[in-house]
């Protein structure tokens, strides 16, 4: 299912699809390695929904929704 990283729920894994944000945004992204065909996991959540941790290539951050809007993966479900 493809879908937004924003609509990921709690230990949710997907490989990221697309990366659709621009300029200063979209570099900011792709320098946290959040690159097409990097597998993610979701780990945790605010008890706000936002931000959202992921981890991926060994390391956990965290990223906005509004980061996340632009990001779409593929999950497995």
Known sequence: ?????RHMDLNERAVIKTVAA?????????DMGL?????????????LLDPVA?????FTMA???SE???ITVETEG
């Open 22 to 30: 621009n300029k200063e945004l979209g570099r900011r992204i792709r």
């Open 54 to 58: 992921l981890r991926l290539k060994g």
């Open 68 to 70: 996340a809007d632009h």
């Open 35 to 47: 690159l097409p065909g990097t597998e993610v996991l979701i780990v945790g959540r605010a008890p």
């Open 63 to 65: 990223l906005r929704n």
């Open 1 to 5: 299912m493809v879908k937004s990283m």
